[in-house]
């Protein structure tokens, strides 16, 4: 099933998932490893293209980590995905 949403609710996903993982100091840790980006870089590397939905693909990447925050916030765990492909520097394919 696909969820009809537009660029701002995919920013606001990313963004929310953004501030999730930032309050877990397992799952931040675990992305700065993985992106090789500081905590202090955070807020910048917010506003370069691709961040966000480098956010999303952290999620997607680990099903736990993704079904905690889909658990927690009520959320779609499909709504990752059409959300992945909105962003720029998402998957920008043609349906």
Known sequence: MKNNINLDD??????NSLVFLAAD???LSRFLALTGISADQIRAAA????????VLQFYLGHEPTLMRYCDATGTDPAVFQEALR???????ESD
């Open 25 to 27: 100091s397992e799952l």
């Open 47 to 54: 506003g370069e293209p691709g961040f966000l939905a480098g």
């Open 86 to 92: 909105l962003l720029p520097g998402g998957r920008q």
């Open 10 to 15: 995919a920013n606001t996903l990313a963004i």
